[in-house]
């Protein structure tokens, strides 16, 4: 049997030395995955750093030696002429690609993150920098806003002020309208009075010369009388 590769992963050799590379790969590569997680929650809030930039891809390169080693384990172990020593290395096979995969998922899950934080730190800084730049305009819409908010108080003081003017206005208009017309009813008693008392002395007038008549003829009548008995007598 050949010498294969060492701690790192060898590119040849037989099947047990290419699973035992394999195998340290995976022990390095979990390890490796570990660290990973510890810097990833230590800095939560920033994005990844050049160690841990160095690592990730570092562990991107070992789950890709492991996925070429099972590649060659699977050609080899089909090589196998016992059965049972052949399903044996096909489930060992099986088991590190499945575990592999299980690295480079979680390895992927962790690039995705950091490529959301870098997002979202970008977004932060640009942010900051459109506040920094815009706060002039910021606080120049402020004012606008704020001038705009008193000149709809100030008209709107201004409304009710004139509806109170208004109000008054038509109020007095009112009360002078009322005084006008009890004026009016005295006035018109007064007239209405005042044509009774002129109804009553023409009557009284007429009853005065109708008297006047009366006692001008009676006079006359006794004159009349008495020059007739006069005369008779003698």
């Not at 990833?40 to 920033?46: G, I, K, P, R």
């Not at 991107?60 to 080693?69: N, P, T, Y």
């Not at 002039?136 to 606008?144: G, K, P, Q, S, T």
């Not at 806003?145 to 709107?156: D, G, I, L, W």
Request: net charge positive.
């Amino acid at each position: 049997m050949g010498g294969g590769g060492g701690g790192g992963g060898g590119g040849g050799g037989t099947l047990s030395e290419i699973y035992q590379s394999a195998k340290k790969l995976l022990l390095r590569t979990r390890d490796g995955l570990e660290r990973l997680e510890r810097l990833d929650y230590s800095s939560t809030s920033t994005p990844i750093s050049i160690n841990s930039s160095e690592l990730s891809f570092s562990l991107k390169r070992d789950i890709a030696q492991i996925h070429s080693l099972c590649v060659q384990m699977d050609t080899l172990w089909h090589s196998v002429a016992a059965k049972s020593q052949r399903d044996l290395w096909k489930r060992k096979v099986e088991q590190i690609a499945e575990e592999a995969e299980s690295l480079k998922q979680s390895l992927d899950k962790y690039f995705l993150r950091d490529q959301r934080r870098t997002m979202e730190a970008k977004e932060r800084a640009e942010l900051l920098g459109r506040a920094n730049g815009d706060s002039a305009h910021v606080l120049r819409i402020f004012d606008e806003e704020a001038q705009a908010m008193q000149s709809v108080r100030n008209s709107s003081r201004l409304l009710e002020e004139a509806s109170a003017t208004g109000e008054a206005i038509l109020f007095k208009y009112s009360e002078q309208r009322e005084r006008l017309k009890r004026a009016q009813r005295k006035a018109l008693d007064v007239l209405n009075s005042v044509g009774l008392s002129n109804s009553v002395l023409k009557l009284i007038e007429r009853r005065h010369r109708v008297d006047k008549s009366i006692k001008y003829a009676g006079m006359i009548l006794t004159i009349i009388i008495v020059f007739f008995f006069w005369r008779w007598t003698r």
